[in-house]
């Protein structure tokens, strides 16, 4: 299935960011990553060591041969985006700026050190296992501005600002307190995935409730297939998702808000414990134990290998594994199953957001070419690369149209259509680190049988009610 100029994937994006920015990212950690204390320097104008004449052709000013370091996380998404699109985009505009790349899996072990010693690259794509906290950055003043960027003339039209060429709620879902600081920017839908070749091959149907999808489940197994699986070694946050996720389909979208806030309870709530034990029976019958030690590139690997049938994830999967998946596999996204007739959202309802996150460093010697570097991607032409290259769509309204999408974001793209209105997302695990932490520890306890679903709640809610006490930590609504 592809994404047609007849079947538009950014109207139903532009519905779930506008959604997205009535819930907002908003606050900032009280304690800075970097082992400094947060001080009022995130309020502060920032003053760009190198600074060029503003003109039409260079709006915000970039000194035109000062250099540009690009770090990239070099993950689902790669790093050709920006080696083949976005920094030959930017050397086009400053021919005589150097630009120096790199690509990393571990950007907080790789930048922090830079960034406490005072010398961190203009631009980073703070993304993967070891990302750099985001809010802890914006604490501590080390993130620019971005208002600046969001007021130019967009690089296609300029009587268009660059906020009014993406879609809505993009500026607002990288705010901090009403701040922009961060760039998401590409279309993210989770689900449970499967190779549509290995149904197609055994005529399974994905399922849409909870006794078609442990039927279905049966059949696998009887298959010598193991039907469902993640990664305990460093992926637990994809399958609480699935937990969370199927809790918000139980009880509605008010059970994550309530872990968001912080509430008495919101962790021990009916629909919580609900998906918890269905889960927890999932992981007794169907999961292979041996997966609590592996890493998710070896799981996924094994689906890639037609060993393994389900798999939890977000649609970067697909662009992950391009280089292990066989030809004819057909990636294909399975919403979570509804639970019974009485869940309060529909089989179709589903967690997607805007994702993957970019900034600009405040303390870097360019921070003004930082800015250039992201309205050269939020171009036309930055966008349409990205997706050529990347095979994902990006929050630019024109980036993707008429584009055709391999079967994995095809299908995602297809199911966020089909979930119309039925959109949510949760923030705690970007908001507090440590309950996120917990949520992975817990979730590996009670899918590979150690506790069951009452010990699970008990467990997290223990912790994010001394959460909720400690005054040291700042505390976040929506």
């Not at 399975?334 to 970019?358: C, F, H």
Request: charged content about 25%; proline content about 5%.
């Amino acid at each position: 299935m592809s994404i047609t100029p007849e079947q538009p994937a950014d109207l139903s994006r532009r519905n779930l960011l506008r959604r997205a920015a009535a819930v907002g990212l908003l606050a900032t950690p009280a304690v800075g990553l970097l082992g400094a204390c947060a001080t009022s320097g995130s309020d502060e104008k920032n003053e760009p060591a190198e600074t060029g004449t503003k003109s039409a052709t260079n709006p915000l000013g970039v000194k035109e041969d000062a250099g540009l370091e690009v770090v990239i996380f070099n993950g689902g998404y790669g790093e050709k985006y920006a080696t083949d699109v976005h920094e030959p985009l930017y050397k086009k505009a400053f021919p005589k700026a150097e630009v120096k790349h790199q690509a990393t899996q571990a950007v907080s072990t790789v930048l922090q050190p830079r960034f406490a010693s005072g010398n961190p690259p203009e631009f980073v794509n703070n993304s993967g296992e070891k990302l750099m906290d985001y809010g802890a950055l914006v604490a501590d003043g080390q993130l620019y501005d971005l208002t600046e960027l969001w007021d130019a003339p967009s690089v296609d039209d300029p009587s268009k600002k660059v906020r009014d060429t993406v879609v809505p709620g993009t500026v607002e879902t990288g705010s901090f307190n009403g701040k922009p600081y961060v760039l998401y920017y590409v279309s993210t839908v989770f689900g449970i995935w499967y190779s549509g070749k290995l149904f197609k091959e055994n005529g399974w149907a994905p399922a849409k409730d909870w006794s078609e999808f442990t039927a279905l489940l049966d059949k696998i197994k009887a298959k010598g297939i193991t039907p469902y699986g993640y990664a305990g070694a460093n992926a637990a946050y994809y399958q609480w998702n699935v937990i969370l996720t199927h809790a918000a389909k139980i009880g509605g979208p008010d059970v994550l808000k309530n872990i968001d806030n912080l509430e008495d309870g919101a962790w021990q709530q009916d629909a919580v414990k609900q998906a918890a034990a269905a889960w927890a029976e999932i992981g007794a019958k169907y999961v292979d134990k041996s997966f609590e030690g592996l890493k998710h590139t070896d799981v996924q690997l094994r689906q890639n290998q037609y060993k393994l049938a389900f798999y939890p994830s977000g649609d970067w999967l697909e662009s992950e594994q391009k280089k292990d998946t066989p030809a004819g596999f057909e990636y294909q996204l399975m919403p979570v199953p509804s639970l019974s007739a009485n869940d309060k959202l529909p089989a179709t309802a589903l967690r997607a957001t805007a994702a993957e996150g970019y900034f600009v460093s405040a303390k870097s010697k360019n921070p003004r070419g930082g800015l250039e570097y992201m309205r050269q991607m939020l171009s036309t032409a930055g966008a349409k690369g990205f997706t050529e290259v990347a095979k994902a769509p990006t929050v630019v309204t024109a980036g993707s149209e008429g584009y055709a999408f391999p079967p994995g974001v095809a299908s995602s793209q297809a199911a966020l259509r089909a979930a119309g209105k039925d959109v949510f997302n949760m923030f705690f695990d970007g908001w507090y680190k440590e309950l996120d932490t917990e949520a992975r520890t817990a979730t590996n306890e009670l899918m590979f049988g150690r506790i069951n679903a009452d010990a699970f709640v008990e467990r997290v809610q223990k912790r994010a009610d001394a959460l909720k006490k400690d005054s040291s930590v700042t505390k976040f609504k929506r």
